[in-house]
Structures are given as C-alpha cells and as structure tokens.
C-alpha cells in the first residue's frame, strides 16, 4: 500500500513523497523481518523511471 501511495506522489509532489518516506528508511530500528520487508519496499521505489532525486538520495542512503 505505501509503496502504490509513494509512486503516486512521487509523480504529484515529490517533496511530500520525500518526506513521508521516512520511517521507512529507518530500518535499523526493527527486527530483521519487517528491515526484509521494508528493503523490498525501497527497492522497488528505487526501480522507478522517474523517481525524483529527493527520494533517489534517500533510498539509495538506506540501502547502502
């Protein structure tokens, strides 16, 4: 479901999208199933064609 609603606004207004993808790339903070999780969900905003740069920064500093 958030993945759908950050794609959506990642094409409407990516300073939004940016913001609201925060707890996700917080991934340190959970257990290893939901930081599984929560990687597939990055990954997959991350395989966007036109994902803003804002959300490129983020993503790819979480998954580094």
Do not use: H
Not at 13 to 35: F, T
Not at 36 to 46: C, G, S, T
Request: charged share 30%; glycine share 4%; hydrophobic share 45%.
């Amino acid at each position: 479901f958030l993945v759908e609603m950050l794609t959506e606004l990642n094409q409407r207004n990516p300073q939004v999208a940016s913001r609201l993808i925060e707890p996700l790339i917080r991934l340190k903070r959970y257990d290893e199933k939901r930081q599984a999780l929560m990687r597939a969900a990055l990954e997959q905003l991350k395989g966007l064609e036109n994902l803003s740069g804002d959300l490129f920064e983020k993503i790819s500093k979480a998954l580094a």
